[in-house]
Each structure stands twice: as C-alpha cells, then as structure tokens.
C-alpha cells in the first residue's frame, strides 16, 4: 500500500511554492487535465506491479520530498 496521499502531497507542495497545477503543467510541457489525473489516479505514479511486489514482501510505500539545492540549474535535468 501506497501511505502518501498524492493528490494531497502535491497541492501543499504547491502551496508552499505559491503555484498552481496549471503552472506546472506549463512548466513541464503538458496539459492542467493531465497533471491532475496523473496526481488523483490511484496508480498514476507508483507502479501497481511494484506496489504488488513490495507488499508480497511485506512493505508498505511512503514516498518521501526532499528538496532540490537552489544551485542546481533544471536546464541541467533535461
């Protein structure tokens, strides 16, 4: 089982950075519609397969956010 509330985790990160879902969207390229179905569909970012495998072994998922140096360039990420 995934323990992170995604949909949840995404709108404080938001929150924190002053944004919203469409500005990232356009950030990243792509549509506010696809972001917020990526975000709120239950396996739109963990693999269900791996969730399945990590549970045969006995884990549960809890993503954790850590933030990124301000030094570092996104240019240099793509």
Same mark, same amino acid.
């Given at each position: 089982?995934? /323990?992170?509330?995604?949909?949840?985790?995404? $709108?404080?990160?938001?929150?924190?950075?002053?944004? !919203?879902? +469409?500005? %990232?969207? *356009?950030?990243?390229?792509?549509? /506010?519609?696809?972001?917020?179905?990526?975000? $709120?569909?239950?396996?739109?970012?963990?693999?269900? !397969?791996? +969730?399945? %495998?990590? *549970?045969?072994?006995?884990?549960?998922?809890?993503?954790?956010?850590?933030?990124?140096?301000?030094?570092?360039?996104?240019?240099?990420?793509?």
């Amino acid at each position: 089982m995934v /323990k992170n509330n995604i949909e949840i985790d995404v $709108k404080v990160k938001c929150k924190e950075k002053s944004t !919203t879902q +469409v500005k %990232i969207a *356009e950030q990243i390229e792509t549509t /506010k519609s696809y972001v917020n179905r990526v975000i $709120k569909k239950p396996n739109g970012v963990i693999n269900p !397969t791996f +969730v399945q %495998i990590m *549970e045969a072994l006995g884990y549960d998922i809890e993503i954790t956010y850590v933030k990124r140096d301000a030094e570092v360039n996104d240019n240099d990420r793509k």
